[in-house]
């Protein structure tokens, strides 16, 4: 039964996308470790550590894309998971720092003894141990995912409306992580990290060991994705986004589904945002603007939504593009964004995979008809029989074109 | 016919909208293994009655009762398609992004949790049922087509081979003909009958020749309840009902 269920996740699209990804993990650390700095293949730290980002950005598109490409939910509200992921993972390394603080205490981060605070907060108790703050990097979002679709999924709140509460969540989160009571260091955030598992946080084989982290995380999350998307619940979701009501009348319990794919969702952003906190080295509530969330939308709907390629091209691309423009012409990154989405709504709605697939498979009709309009131009071959040239006229081979299509009624 | 012995039965019941009374004190009984049509002008209140039967919309009162003891009034649109009941909608609606094969699939009789679906592998009964179906909607050859690339005429028998794969007890059916040329209509016709041999079947349909083909007992609502019912040629000599369609 697992095994089908993985084995489904394989084919050729997904093995040129593991292919390419198995060397983008192998080379750039290599390039950076391995290569010596005057080469010309050297890869520098910045760079791995701005590619790691990359990489998390596109975990967070393929979480989006999961729940609005696959099953219609438009979240407006995914930077709140990736965060609380965020800040699992900065607790951790808060608590590492131990005694090389500013105030030098060996178990209140500084923001604390600023701000005179005697003691822990219960919340804080675990987070010393690694495997405490993993696990709670993936189930804080997706419970607060839980029980947030919960409410909402069985109300049947759906379309625009699921997307403005998503965004209020989000504001939400930020307002409340502002706040210094909420002993997440407010406006600061959690920051001045020292080491991660006994790595010092700043040397450049912990940059490419989180760098091959991110991208490991990334396939193992596409290949879920795409088992779920190829198997039958993947086959129930797109009824969800296309026909709800029509899915629930075969008997479907719709908000089970979105549920489910809900909070795994949540749970990939989450795991996104842990990867994140490391390499840029601090997590402040300004990551659950709302303005964030709204960008990884536009990431996937560049890529093209409801193919998992296309979200992690688009969150890729559109990055890079970022940094580009931001270093080069600061002003016009904002305009160039809105600009990119209109003309992606407008030219590409597909995005940019969901196109170049589309037209692959036009321009293999096309050759299709093309072999076939050639086909029937053609004097019977003389060497064939001569009591048959009728019958040499490929008609099945014609059924398949779909210009044929509205000239069959159904018999 | 009592409750008990009833496969659907209908009592009193009344929904109203905004003050506008839908269905008015309607009392309907179906026997298992009848078909049934029901005719009615616009407004009479069947898709509002197919609304309450299929749980999407709450009766205001009265009772409905499903194999003369589940209480359908308490259960949601799929614990209803569950305990076999099948609907198929006035306008066709299918899933366009799926093909016709897959289409039938996620219809056909099976565990409906998230996680039986999420492990299913397709097994060798349902191959053999789905190869039946599609050849008995005759898009044998359209299989591997998404359902968006099918005519309309197409897509009405796609979503009756979807109502089959359900393998419901009872199978509600809106309008099969509308938009059918006349040999597709015949054609229809010809299939609920078959259908109706191993299934109850009830159909709404405006149109006369159609419902004449299926040579079945007819109910005739208006405003909300029954003005009457039998054989077509007795509700057609029903002056009520004259005057309902004629306005006179």
Redesign the interface.
Request: hydrophobic share 35%; no cysteine.
């Given at each position: 039964m697992m095994s089908s269920f993985l084995f489904r996740a394989m084919d050729t699209r997904a093995g040129i996308f593991l292919a390419l990804m198995a060397a983008v993990i192998i080379l750039v650390p290599a390039g950076n470790l391995l290569v010596p700095e005057g080469s010309p293949f050297h890869v520098p730290t910045y760079a791995v550590t701005l590619m790691g980002k990359y990489l998390t950005y596109a975990l967070l598109a393929l979480a989006v894309d999961l729940v609005w490409g696959y099953c219609g939910i438009l979240s407006l509200g995914h930077a709140a998971f990736f965060a609380l992921g965020g800040y699992a993972m900065g607790m951790y390394l808060m608590r590492q720092i131990g005694t090389r603080g500013v105030y030098g205490d060996p178990i209140l981060p500084d923001f604390m003894v600023f701000l005179n605070w005697k003691e822990l907060p219960w919340y804080w108790y675990g987070f010393d141990m690694f495997w405490f703050a993993a696990l709670m990097v993936v189930l804080v979002p997706g419970l607060l995912a839980f029980v947030f679709g919960w409410f909402a999924f069985r109300s049947r709140v759906t379309g625009v409306y699921l997307s403005i509460i998503t965004q209020a969540l989000t504001y939400a989160l930020l307002l409340a992580f502002f706040r210094n009571d909420m002993g997440f260091g407010g406006n600061n955030g959690l920051t001045d990290f020292k080491d991660i598992l006994g790595f010092d946080i700043q040397a450049d084989t912990t940059r490419a060991g989180l760098f091959a982290a991110s991208g490991l995380a990334l396939v193992l999350c596409f290949l879920l994705c795409r088992a779920i998307t190829r198997s039958k619940l993947g086959k129930v979701l797109v009824a969800v986004r296309d026909a709800e009501s029509r899915t629930r009348f075969l008997g479907y319990r719709v908000e089970h589904y979105k549920l489910f794919v809900w909070t795994l969702s949540a749970m990939m952003a989450g795991i996104a945002g842990a990867l994140y906190v490391p390499q840029v080295g601090i997590i402040n509530p300004g990551e659950f603007a709302p303005a964030n969330s709204i960008e990884v939308v536009i990431w996937v709907a560049v890529g093209g939504r409801g193919t998992l390629v296309g979200a992690v091209l688009g969150a890729v691309l559109v990055n890079f593009a970022k940094t580009w423009f931001t270093a080069a012409l600061p002003d016009i990154w904002l305009f160039a964004l809105g600009g990119l989405f209109v003309v992606v709504t407008l030219f590409l709605p597909k995005g940019i995979v969901g196109t170049l697939s589309q037209g692959w498979s036009a321009l293999r009709q096309r050759k299709v008809s093309a072999d076939y309009e050639a086909g029937s131009d053609e004097p019977p071959a003389p060497p064939q029989s001569p009591s048959a040239p009728a019958k040499i006229h490929p008609k099945p081979a014609a059924s398949r074109l779909p210009a044929d299509a509205e000239a069959q009624p159904a018999e | 016919m009592a409750r008990s012995n009833s496969l659907l039965y209908l009592d009193g019941v009344s929904v109203s909208f905004d003050g506008f009374k839908a269905l008015n004190e309607l009392s309907l009984t179906i026997a298992p293994g009848e078909m049934r049509a029901i005719i009615g002008p616009n407004g009479a209140g069947k898709t509002t009655m197919m609304d309450v039967i299929?749980g999407?919309t709450r009766p205001d009162s009265g009772e409905v009762y499903f194999n003369g003891t589940v209480d359908l009034t308490g259960e949601?649109?799929?614990?209803i398609?569950?305990l076999g009941i099948?609907?198929k909608?006035q306008k066709p609606?299918?899933?366009?992004?799926?093909t016709v094969l897959?289409n039938l699939?996620?219809?056909l009789k099976a565990p409906?949790?998230?996680f039986a679906?999420?492990?299913?592998?397709i097994a060798q009964s349902e191959k053999k049922r789905l190869d039946y179906l599609l050849d008995l909607i005759?898009?044998g050859?359209k299989r591997g087509?998404l359902a968006a690339?099918?005519?309309h005429?197409?897509k009405q028998?796609l979503e009756i081979g979807?109502l089959l794969a359900?393998d419901p007890k009872l199978l509600l059916v809106d309008e099969p003909a509308a938009g059918m040329?006349d040999?597709?209509t015949a054609?229809t016709a010809e299939l609920l009958k078959d259908i109706a041999n191993d299934h109850s079947v009830v159909v709404v349909e405006h149109d006369m020749v159609f419902v004449r083909s299926l040579g079945v007992k007819v109910t005739v609502l208006h405003e909300g309840s029954v003005l009457a019912e039998g054989s077509l040629d007795h509700v057609s000599a029903d002056e009520r009902v004259v005057e309902v369609y004629l306005g006179r």
């Open positions: - | 299929t999407k949601d649109e799929a614990s398609a569950e099948g609907r909608f609606t299918v899933f366009e992004s799926h897959d699939e996620l219809a409906r949790g998230p679906t999420l492990f299913h592998v005759r898009l050859p087509e690339n099918l005519s005429g197409q028998w979807m359900q040329t040999a597709e054609e």
